[in-house]
């Protein structure tokens, strides 16, 4: 008996050292990403691997000069551009959306070739000063990151004709960005913008200007350009009917205010002579000038507002295809929709209306063509 018990007490010892052993045994070593090699240095198109298995970039990035193009997606986890890059003289377009991208180095201002840099949803929060060297550039995307300011320099790409900064964080823009005279498209939707700079207005190319779902209360005077033909400001926080759009008045084509806090239209309203698209919905309007009537409107949106009534001569809108009058507070059907001949959509829901089927048969052979939603 007294054998087996020191059997068993010499067999728990044994036990013990071994697990002690091996828990004082360092943890093997995570094995490395695999590398990999750019098989041929002369490819015109540099495609990023998948980062859950190889290292990012090819151990001869240096080598690869005459690549045009390096692409990569959200399998990456780039974090920033490595130093290797300034050897990528020849590329002209970066297309790395999704990579992971938190900073981008200086060295990015030697890119001298690039004339694309699509940047969009990474994680990036400043843009260096560097990239206003980026002589060539014409397109440059940094959409869905999280910039809170541009470097004065944006003012320097004199070429730039597109530039999209949507869904960041900007408060402010630099007054430089009015140096960008051959910019065409400007999108800033989905940023914490209150206003604008005056030298914006300096923007002789620029056509399309998005700032919808910002903060903007108002626009100073001047601050927008006569070239402009589609304006987007909706979900802002507006008061007032923008008059720095007058400048634009001959151009203009498109203009966006639905979801704003606007009341009034000014009694100055000018005649814009080629507007098609209006949208005014989700304000606080109380009566719409008879200076619309003019306009050659396609679509005119209102809904959501405290309408009663719409001037009659509004009856002169000889090719609007849409209008939409829901959610106001109409009692009647007003005299100018019967000679919209040319409607082919009316919305008239959440009205006060009393309607008979008489009513509404005279309205339906009055525009034959349109459907009406009561």
């Known amino acids: 008996m007294k054998l087996a018990h020191k059997t068993l007490f010499l067999l728990s010892l044994v036990v013990v050292l071994v697990v002690a052993i091996v828990i004082s045994q360092p943890s093997a070593p995570k094995p490395s990403p695999k590398t990999w090699t750019l098989e041929n240095i002369h490819t015109p198109t ?4 998948d980062g859950t298995e190889f290292q990012h970039w090819p151990t001869n990035l240096a080598e690869a000069t005459q690549v045009k193009e390096v692409i990569g997606d959200h399998s990456q986890n780039l974090t920033t551009l490595p130093p290797d890059i300034v050897k990528l003289k020849r590329v002209s377009e970066w297309n ?4 992971g991208l938190k900073t981008l180095p200086p060295e990015i201002g030697q890119l001298d070739s690039t004339s694309r840099l699509y940047l969009p949803n990474n994680e990036l929060t400043t843009i260096p000063p560097e990239i206003g060297q980026l002589k060539k550039l014409l397109r440059l995307a940094l959409t869905q ?11 320097q790409l004199a070429r730039l004709w597109v530039l999209n900064l949507g869904e960041n964080q900007l408060r402010v823009l630099p007054v430089e960005i009015g140096n960008l005279g051959q910019l065409e498209k400007l999108d800033l939707d989905h ?11 300096k923007m002789s190319e ?6 919808g779902h910002n903060q903007i209360q108002s626009i100073p005077p001047n601050c927008l350009p006569k070239s402009l033909y589609i304006l987007d400001l909706r979900a802002n926080q507006l008061t007032h009917f923008p008059k720095a759009t007058y400048q634009a008045r001959q151009r203009l084509g498109t203009l966006e205010l639905q979801q704003n806090k606007i009341k009034a239209l000014p009694n100055d ?5 080629r507007l098609n698209d209006l949208d005014l919905s989700d304000n606080q309007l109380t009566y719409i000038p008879a200076i619309l009537g003019k306009s050659p409107l396609v679509y005119l949106g209102l809904k959501n507002n405290q309408l009663s ?10 090719i609007i295809r849409s209008l939409n009058i829901a959610n106001n507070r109409f009692t009647k059907i007003p005299d100018c929709v019967y000679k919209l001949k040319s409607l082919k959509h009316l919305n008239l829901s959440g009205n006060p209306l009393h309607l008979s089927t008489t009513d509404k048969k005279a309205l339906q052979e009055a525009l034959p063509n349109a459907k009406i939603k009561y």
Do not use: C, W, Y
């Open 145 to 155: 990151n999280q910039i809170k300011s541009l470097p004065k320099e944006i003012g």
């Open 309 to 318: 009534d719409l001037p009659i001569e509004l009856g002169k809108l000889r």
């Open 46 to 49: 540099l495609e990023l691997r």
């Open 191 to 201: 940023n914490q913008l209150k206003t604008l700079p005056a030298s914006m207005g």
């Open 206 to 211: 620029l056509n399309v200007l998005n700032l």
């Open 96 to 99: 790395l959306l999704g990579v």
């Open 269 to 273: 309203l000018p005649h814009f002579s």
